[in-house]
């Protein structure tokens, strides 16, 4: 039963070109221990607890659980290699989160306060599989289910670098969810002119289009574009103008007035340090490569 191998290779260029070999950790802790310390930077997610018991009745424990960007509960499991049962076994803990959502409130209220607590979306909670491999059988598994799964690769490099690749990522929504959105209930679907809701309409083809493991959250002041993370924040159309926050360094781009605007630092709904502002079909042609490098980025 082979896993889904990658072909990516790492180099040193440090006197020469020698491949730095991956390895896997020596033990499932270290990988636990390793994203529990890093989880915003690595998984875009605020960490909760580790090991948190599920209690003498269920008797699991949880490997980490935390809150994503958009508020939705999050259940981390680990294993070294390959192990078909990873998925099964967060789903078994997804279960009983569903059953404990004042528990898992309250716990967020003491670890991030009474506002996150406040905006847990129950609507789309997740489970990331962290392993050393998934199998083609792993990756059909999770497209099965009606769940937000995904499935991320771990590699260590040398004394000091980690890789993480994203396997598979499903949103649990079905085909016919996804029909229905398309035809008036996104970002633009809510009382605006005609021309702002293709607009919207566009955008949200265009951020969908760039891979297979693209997911959206809707939360009520946004929608939230997302592989691990989130990479594109929509906000609902203003009068003349459609707002979408990406996840791009705006150093690294021309700053256009009128089109695209740094805002670290600025409050705003989602997350995102660029802001692309668009008002015409041409705007949205000029802002794939802003949208495919915030993509890459994810």
Request: neutral net charge; aromatic residues 8%.
């Amino acid at each position: 039963m082979g896993g889904v191998v990658s072909n990516l290779k790492l180099y040193s260029t440090n006197g020469g070109v020698t491949e730095v070999a991956p390895r896997l950790a020596e033990f499932e802790a270290d990988v636990q221990s390793l994203v529990e310390a890093n989880m915003e930077a690595l998984l875009g997610v605020r960490f909760l607890a580790s090991e948190y018991s599920t209690g003498p009745v269920h008797g699991g424990r949880i490997d980490s659980l935390g809150l994503d960007e958009n508020g939705s509960p999050v259940i981390v499991e680990y294993k070294r290699g390959v192990d078909s049962g990873v998925i099964n076994q967060g789903l078994f803990y997804l279960s009983w989160l569903m059953d404990h959502r004042a528990e898992f409130e309250r716990l967020a209220r003491d670890r991030l306060g009474a506002t996150a607590a406040a905006q847990v979306l129950w609507s789309g909670p997740r489970l990331i599989c962290v392993a050393g491999d998934f199998t083609r059988y792993d990756v059909h598994a999770v497209r099965e289910h009606r769940r937000s799964i995904d499935l991320v690769r771990y590699r260590l490099f040398g004394n000091d670098l980690l890789g993480l690749e994203t396997v598979a990522s499903v949103s649990g929504r079905s085909p016919v969810t996804r029909r229905v959105r398309r035809q008036g209930t996104g970002p633009g679907g809510g009382g605006h002119g005609t021309a702002l809701v293709e607009l919207a309409q566009a955008v949200d083809e265009s951020l969908l289009g760039l891979g297979d493991g693209v997911n959206y959250v809707q939360r009520k002041m946004y929608r939230a574009y997302q592989r691990l993370r989130n990479f594109a924040c929509v906000c609902p159309p203003q009068r003349t103008k459609l707002l979408v926050y990406l996840k791009v360094d705006p150093k690294q781009v021309d700053l256009v007035p009128g089109f695209a605007r740094d805002v670290t630092g600025l409050g705003h709904h989602g997350t995102g340090d660029l802001e692309v502002q668009l008002r015409t079909l041409r705007d949205v042609e000029r802002a794939q490569d802003l949208f495919r490098m915030s993509y890459a980025a994810a």
